[in-house]
């Protein structure tokens, strides 16, 4: 007899795990894209910079999370993000890795 698993839902809502796990860079057309990037985070010397990495999110001094992870764990420049954070995928092997680093539970439905 076969059980039916319950699906796994991976939602990125009161989660934020990825953005407090890895390091994150962004690039220069992403700052042109969202100007804060420049003026909140850690620009890469040139000898470090490449062209996907221009710019440090996280980890930064003092900050436990991205610079742009709000309190309520959602991005305050969603619709602006990075490219990084727009290809990373809900429920991928990077986002279980993060949730379970971070302690963030999974929904079943």
């Known amino acids: ?14 989660c934020g795990a990825c953005c407090r796990c890895f390091p994150i860079f962004a690039s220069e057309t992403d700052a042109e894209r969202e100007p804060a990037i420049r003026r909140e985070t850690r620009q890469l010397e040139p000898h470090l910079a490449t062209q996907d990495k221009a710019y440090q999110m996280h980890p930064l001094p003092f900050l436990e999370s991205c610079a742009f992870l709000k309190e309520d764990q959602l991005c305050r420049i969603y619709a602006t993000r990075p490219t990084v954070c727009r290809r990373f ?21």
């Open 1 to 14: 007899m076969d059980t039916l698993m319950p699906r796994l839902e991976y939602d990125c809502e009161n």
């Open 89 to 109: 995928e809900a429920g991928s092997d990077q986002c279980i890795e993060a949730r379970e680093r971070m302690g963030v539970g999974r929904t079943a439905h």
